[in-house]
């Protein structure tokens, strides 16, 4: 059986509304036809939408689940018995995949008989494999990564398995699909909920159902931005000579960084120096001496200023001239910032003004 074609994100519903003007039917209006009332006619349509909803999503769970079939069959089964890799690093690469196999295996059977709300209804009581397996697909994928380099035993293993017939990618673009496949389950369900009679039991099991796949991507969102922010903050603070500041701190969040001219209050020529902007302070700092035998790639914290007491303010570059500069104002002093670059001191002045609040 040759294999199905890899996951694709889904067209949006089409949206219908009643024209005066139109005489025939399109997809932003359709008239009603004589002797039809406005009920009937809506129900009509809801049927149509939902049941081409329910349509791509069997249709889609089929070729998803054929692929995680393959994962489970030519991969995990096949390495658990052979004892490739040790346990702990087998399942660290495949996670729950193996769980997710067999819920969804349930949950199709429950599509395929149209019993969306059961289906849906049921499965959401496994959301928390998705959550765990995406939480680790990072550190998946990049264990995988080290493992290929470092056992040409498993490099050869892998290779030999992708070169069956059934196979139509690599094992690196499978194992994210559960991550995919998770925001597809969000629109599905939303569209059956949206096109289901509202009376009917069917339509209270999707609308639980679109609240449990809606935390479970949000859950999954927010990881996301905790872990990407934990990197920033590592990634600036490798940046920084020494230890004058600790910038990983509870709460505190990565917003940009760039230079800017600091311009002297008392007169003088602007200076260049590199800023940093948190959530909660920004740091001036100044590079170091391309000369230093262990520091010539750093930045020098120069000054810290904390965010709490005090206000920002657009000094001018309010048009469309060349430039701008701003002022961040505390009670016994200021610091002037200006950019020669429009953009560029519009979109410190943005984030400026919505991290002060």
Same mark, same amino acid.
């Given at each position: ?19 005066? @003007?139109?005489?025939? &039917? ?21 049927? /149509? ?16 689940? @054929? ?6 069959? %030519? ?10 890799? =040790?346990?702990?690093?087998? *399942? #660290?690469? $495949? ?20 019993? $969306? ?8 009581? %496994? +959301?928390?494999?998705?959550?765990? %397996?995406?939480?680790? +697909? ?25 070169? /069956?017939?059934?196979?139509?990618? &690599? +094992? ?15 629109? $599905? ?13 069917? $339509?209270?099991? +999707?609308?639980?159902?679109? /609240? #449990? ?15 990407? *922010?934990?990197?920033?903050?590592? =990634? ?7 230890? =004058?500041?600790?910038? #990983?701190?509870?709460?505190? /969040? %990565?917003? =940009? ?12 020529? &602007? ?8 959530? !909660? ?13 262990? @520091? ?9 200023? &904390?965010?709490? !007491? ?7 570059? *309010? ?7 701003? *002022? ?12 020669? !670059? ?16």
């Amino acid at each position: 059986m040759s294999g199905p074609h890899p996951l694709t994100p889904r067209t949006r519903g089409l949206c219908v509304s009643h024209s005066d @003007h139109d005489s025939t &039917p399109t997809v932003m209006a359709v008239r009603l036809r004589p002797g039809q009332g406005l009920v009937s006619e809506q129900r009509e349509r809801w049927e /149509r939408k939902r049941n081409r909803t329910a349509r791509e999503l069997v249709q889609s769970e089929q070729q998803y689940l @054929h692929h995680l079939q393959l994962v489970v069959t %030519y991969f995990v089964d096949i390495m658990n018995a052979k004892g490739t890799l =040790r346990q702990e690093v087998r *399942n #660290a690469i $495949f996670s729950t995949v193996k769980e997710i196999h067999a819920v969804n295996r349930t949950f199709l059977s429950h599509l395929e008989k149209s019993n $969306f709300g059961l289906g849906f209804e049921s499965f959401s009581l %496994y +959301l928390f494999l998705y959550t765990n %397996y995406i939480d680790n +697909l990072e550190t998946s994928c990049k264990l995988l990564q080290v493992q290929l380099k470092k056992s040409k035993e498993f490099a050869r293993f892998k290779k030999l398995q992708e070169s /069956r017939p059934d196979f139509q990618s &690599p +094992l690196e673009q499978l194992l994210p699909l559960p991550a995919q496949r998770l925001v597809q389950y969000k629109h $599905f369900v939303r569209d059956l909920a949206e096109n289901t009679n509202p009376d009917s039991g069917e $339509f209270q099991k +999707l609308r639980k159902a679109v /609240r #449990a796949v809606a935390e479970a991507c949000q859950h999954v969102s927010d990881r996301a931005r905790r872990r990407e *922010n934990a990197l920033q903050m590592v =990634r600036v603070q490798r940046m920084l000579k020494g230890r =004058r500041i600790d910038i #990983a701190s509870p709460g505190r /969040r %990565y917003l =940009r960084e760039g230079t800017l001219l600091r311009v002297p209050s008392k007169g003088g020529d &602007p200076t260049p120096k590199m800023f940093f902007l948190f959530s !909660d302070l920004l740091l001036m700092c100044s590079r170091c001496s391309q000369f230093h035998p262990l @520091h010539a790639d750093k930045y020098e914290c120069r000054a810290v200023y &904390p965010l709490a !007491d005090c206000s920002v303010q657009k000094v001018f570059g *309010n048009t469309q001239s060349q430039g701008g500069l701003i *002022n961040l104002c505390y009670q016994k002093e200021e610091l002037l910032l200006m950019s020669v !670059d429009q953009d560029d001191i519009n979109d410190w002045f943005k984030h400026l003004d919505a991290a002060i609040g």
